[in-house]
């Protein structure tokens, strides 16, 4: 009797066993997922990814691989960065800060102190400026040193107005650039307080077409000649922004400019302004706006004639207030090149790097000749210092 107990204790545990590892087999078989609803397991699935076996590669760092990367970045760098220094020497350009003009000019012409000029042309000489203010103007006199071949460009610029302002930036309402007759109601709310003027929609409203820089640059005229060098406002903008502006459908008795255009429509917009404003592509270059808190924005362009040397006079009126967020407006006259405006700034990012790629390169050079030897005579003191007998023949370890 205890022979036939011991026997089915042993095929009972046996068969406990068996059915166990089948379970185990059946749990971590991918066939397996999902077909038992009520059994659910923390457990990833058993892929590649999931269970990281996925291929990979370390670099190794060796001197053979790093010395020649070094290299091969100062060799790159160093001829752009020289090559971007060389070609912004050779952008010429005039530029008068006239923020001060209505405050420290007369009305007969006097110098302008050199902190508020900058000038560069590819030959050397002193170019003199001078101003004077009347009535709102500011008219400047420069010399202009050298023949200066199309295309120009005529920039002003502006300092610490931050047209990046989280609420300043989406002030507008795109509907309307696009000529639809956006109702009151139906205006976006960036547009805040510029929704509404004297119980009419603000066509543009916002705060982006309110602040429009209004002053204006008449063409520069050869004292000496009597002749005018003419900038066009066409082609100023992007052609990208030229087919998203349409006219208007409003109808112009529903509609008043924005409060800082008074000045401009003393009695509010005609149907011949609505579509001349929507082409207007010194509009459309301050409706873009910029990054960053001084920026410069074209005014006028001329691709064809050359500025010949000689003297040359502006009549700038000052309609734009830049005390009040204590900034600074100024008029650039200016060439330009494939990479832009005069600015070292580039240039200089690459030298920097390919001299600082010279230098480390030297520094693991020399690093690694030095740390070579020393080493090498290491590893021989440590073969040294090991009591094996070289002279014996190979022992069997039992």
Known sequence: MSSITF???MFSGLRHRIKKRFSQEEDESPFREGTDQRKKSRRPPNTAFMQQRLKSWQPILTPKAVLPLLLLMAIICIPIGIGFLITTYNIQKIEINYSQCDSIASSEYSSVPSKYTSTHFRVKGEAQYQWKYNDGTCTVKFNVLDNVKGPLYLYYKLTNFYQNHRKYVSSYDWKQLKGH?????????DCGNMKSRDGKIIYPCGLVANSMFNDT??????VNGGSEYEFSATGIAWKSDLSLYQPSKYNVSEIVPPPNWVDTYPNGYTEADLSALAKNQRFMNWMKTAALPSFVKMYGINKSTALKKGQYEVQIGMNYPVTIFGGTKSMLISTSTVIGGRSLGLGICYLVVGGIAIIFMLAFLVKQIFTKKRL???FLNELSAENVDTTAGPRNVL
């Open 7 to 9: 026997t089915l204790t």
């Open 181 to 189: 007759a956006v109702s009151i109601n139906q205006l976006s709310s």
């Open 376 to 378: 090498n005579h290491s």
């Open 217 to 222: 640059f008449s063409n520069p005229v050869n």
